[in-house]
């Protein structure tokens, strides 16, 4: 899984610094004791020397101030309580001198204690100031942090105080670009920070210029350096006591010498560790191509949604009828399906179980008797109000107990997909759960059927279902909703086995704990194996973001770094729902053919069309059409009408 980098860290000093941290009732260091850190991995900062409070209080700087040989130094009160020092007056540009020095020293731990009474003050830092141009791409942000869907992540871009604005003012992943940690060689390095303004500004010869101002080597070794850190002290790592949570060195300045110097530093730190949860992804062969199956919730005098299903289920014939199964108290027959008044009675193990009754103490427990009675191997969840909704948090931690204890077993137990989910419509096990008749949602056989298109949102997948009917029929439709077991890295993992698939479609609002890094491992070897995996990434402000976690309780994250994670991985990430719907069919249609180069050719039937198409080709070029195409273009075209030309 991973592509570490080790170099020879000094990592027992840095378990030595959070272990005094600590033991100080902390969970941040201060600015010094980052330094520390620092000089463990080999990252340069400025000279310093640190005076303990007592000292300042008495105006002793102690013997360590000759040692500074700036004509400026930087004095930084240095507290956990203080992040941002500048806003409560807490540093100062001072003259290399004890005696100027003092008062200035003594001033700023007084601004501190006025604007912060109950800040504890450890000290003040003195450091050198270092000289550096004031020009853009000369101040960096190098930072990383653990991140719950991708473990840790490491990020690079212009820094400084104007950092945020950056990232308002510029290109979406221009301003600031992320990387996993846990994935990151040397060549990915060179490929995130060539993608930024810094990064062109840094590393590319400007006019007049014979060489870059800074090596390619140097700042790939100041990322390698941040992400070995990153991993060493993950919530992933056994190896460690604790967990860097995040550390950020804003700015890390570019000298005139070409070197990179960290100048100011924030880190916090837990003890906190996490482990990947392993389901048993070989039972989604039960659930999408079951032999048996049993559905909850049908209605013998109406059509209800299990009634729906139920229809559905017997006219994709995958599931013969005699093997299909309903829970009823007081029927024996319902269109034909055998019925039992409890789980107790049921037959057999079957394959694939599909719930429909509203969530509450009754669903709940039903399911739960299936699982430790072994009478299913997997379970479609359709209905809502579990994770969701606030009343529902309490039914799907018991449900998610059972599941978890269930896979304990030698066979992994059952596998659960949804809730609040549309169900699965799947071509090779020739059954469809979805909860809508077939005369509104025909899927109507096509040529291609080459795709597999995994949403967490239901009614997109009944949106692309519909105006694609007849052109496209996906090999699986599988809306997967909460996520309350099977994940969509689950569904990508399992499912690129399946040689008949071309390209993975993914409506994706959040992930669940880790299940980034399993997503992403499935779409490297996806990519490796010459087939695409698109995907649209919801929630992306913090409206959306919102509405993700009220639908579905995604755990959405920061849509910037979920982007290029994704990217870093193989993935194609779309900014639009109509690029999405666009890429899909594109790759659909077009899989048996093998594009080469950026050239294209545009036909439209309006002039402005292609005009406006040939003004938005981003990277792609316009074709330069050979004398026998523009020769059969001309016999082709009314005469007359329309120039046998690139656009036509």
């Known amino acids: 899984m991973e592509h570490r980098l080790m170099v020879d860290y000094d990592f027992t000093r840095i378990d030595e610094v959070l272990d005094a941290a600590r033991a100080d009732g902390r969970d941040t260091l201060t600015e010094h004791e980052v330094y520390q850190l620092l000089d463990a991995i080999k990252f340069a900062r400025p000279q310093s020397i640190f005076v303990p409070i007592d000292k300042v209080e008495t105006g002793e700087l102690g013997a360590g101030l000759p040692q500074l040989k700036a004509k400026t130094v930087v004095a930084k009160v240095m507290s956990p309580d203080v992040l941002h020092k500048t806003d409560v007056g807490g540093l100062a540009f001072v003259a290399n001198d004890a005696e100027k020095l003092r008062p200035k020293v003594q001033q700023i731990v007084q601004n501190v204690k006025k604007a912060m009474p109950s800040a504890s003050i450890k000290g003040v830092m003195i450091t050198e100031l270092v000289d550096y141009p004031t020009e853009l791409g000369r101040e960096l942000i190098l930072s990383f942090r653990q991140d719950d869907a991708f473990g840790p992540v490491v990020s690079f871009g212009l820094g400084g105080i104007d950092t945020e604005n950056f990232a308002k003012w510029m290109q979406t992943g221009r301003s600031v670009s992320s990387r996993s940690a846990l994935f990151l060689d040397r060549a990915e390095i060179v490929r995130m920070v060539e993608g930024t303004v810094a990064g062109e500004k840094l590393l590319r010869p400007g006019r007049g210029m014979t060489e870059a101002i800074l090596s390619k080597d140097k700042l790939t070794e100041a990322v390698r350096s941040l992400s070995e850190l990153a991993c060493e002290f993950s919530a992933l790592s056994d190896e460690r006591r604790f967990t860097i949570e995040e550390c950020e060195l804003n700015p890390v300045v570019v000298t005139r010498r070409g070197e990179l110097v960290a100048v100011d530093a924030l880190l916090k730190f837990s003890t906190r560790k996490v482990r990947r949860t392993r389901r048993p992804i070989h039972k989604i ?168 298109s995994i949403s967490q949102s239901g009614a997109y997948l009944v949106t692309q279902a519909s105006n694609l009917d007849g052109i496209i029929n996906p090999r699986y439709s599988i809306s997967f909703g909460n996520q309350i077991d099977l994940t969509a890295g689950d569904y990508l993992a399992y499912l690129m086995q399946d040689e008949g698939i071309s390209l993975y479609s993914v409506y994706l609002e959040g992930f669940k704990p880790l299940d980034g890094i399993g997503f992403f491992e499935a779409c490297q070897d996806i990519k490796k194996s010459g087939r695409e995996v698109l995907v649209y990434k919801a929630g992306r402000r913090a409206e959306g973001a919102m509405a993700a976690a009220s639908h579905t309780a995604a755990m959405v994250g920061d849509y910037a770094l979920n982007r290029d994670v994704l990217r870093q991985a193989g993935a194609i990430v779309v900014e639009t729902l109509d690029g999405f719907f666009d890429y899909f069919k594109t790759f659909t249609l077009l899989a048996a053919k093998k594009v080469t180069g950026r050239n294209v050719g545009i036909i439209s039937n309006a002039g402005f069309e292609a005009t406006a198409a040939a003004d938005n080709l981003t990277d792609l070029a316009l074709a330069k059409l050979s004398p026998k195409t523009l020769a059969d273009l001309k016999r082709l075209l009314p005469p007359g009408i329309v120039t046998a030309k690139n656009p036509i």
Do not use: W
């Open 285 to 452: 062969k039960k659930l999408l191509e079951p032999k048996s199956a049993l559905v909850i919730g049908v209605s013998a005098s109406s059509i209800n949604v299990g009634r729906i299903i139920l229809r559905n289920l017997i006219e994709g014939g995958g599931v013969p009828k005699e093997k299909i199964y309903i829970i009823h108290p007081r029927e024996n027959e319902i269109d034909g399906c055998k019925c039992f008044p409890n789980i107790a009675e049921l037959p057999e193990q079957v394959d694939m179980t599909v719930v429909t009754i509203p969530a509450g103490d009754t669903c709940v427990n039903m399911m739960i008797e299936l699982i430790e009675r072994e009478k299913t191997h997997s379970i479609t969840l359709i209905s809502s109000g579990f994770g969701e909704t606030k009343e529902g948090k309490g039914l799907e931690e018991r449900l998610i107990e059972a599941i978890d204890k269930g896979h304990e077993h030698e066979d992994g137990g059952t596998v659960v997909n949804g809730g609040n989910c549309l169900g699965i419509v799947s071509l090779p096990g020739k059954y469809n759960t979805f909860f809508l008749p077939k005369y509104k949602l025909p899927f109507t056989p096509a040529g291609a059927e080459n795709t597999a």
